[in-house]
């Protein structure tokens, strides 16, 4: 069983930088796939990246793709996601996740752990 922790929303104005981190507990990290996905009031839980076991292949939603950046600390069993130049429509609970091997990368239901989320609010 994996436990994971999300930290570093906040509140900030458009254009600003977040750090997001997950830490990963209570499972073997290296052997997961992470993601973060996102999910706005009254939306969806949407995808917004993943990062393979090793951190060799990334992959970004198009709403994010050059914006926000994923990456991972096997050592420091914890995944990041960098988020530049924020947009209010950014704003959601953002969740960090984890995936045994898998070749779907962007489906929720592919996903088989999740922290609770940190909330990341964009003001105009």
């Known amino acids: 069983q994996v436990q994971l922790v999300e930290s570093g929303g906040g509140l900030v104005q458009a254009g600003d930088s977040l750090r997001l981190s997950c830490a990963a507990s209570?499972?073997?990290?290296?052997?997961?796939?992470m993601g973060w996905f996102r999910q706005a009031p009254g939306k969806e839980r949407e995808f917004v990246a993943r990062?393979?076991?090793?951190?060799?292949?990334?992959y970004y939603a198009d709403s994010v793709k050059g914006r926000f950046t994923i990456s991972r600390d096997n050592a420091k069993n914890t995944v990041y996601l960098q988020m530049n130049s924020l947009k209010p429509e950014d704003t959601a609970v953002y969740y960090c996740?984890?995936?045994?091997?898998?070749?779907?990368?962007?489906?929720?239901?592919?996903?088989?752990?999740w922290g609770q989320g940190t909330q990341v609010t964009v003001s105009s």
């Open positions: 996740a984890a995936q045994r091997p898998s070749t779907t990368v962007n489906k929720r239901d592919s996903y088989d752990y």
């Open positions: 209570g499972g073997t990290f290296g052997l997961y796939a």
């Open positions: 990062i393979s076991w090793s951190g060799g292949s990334t």
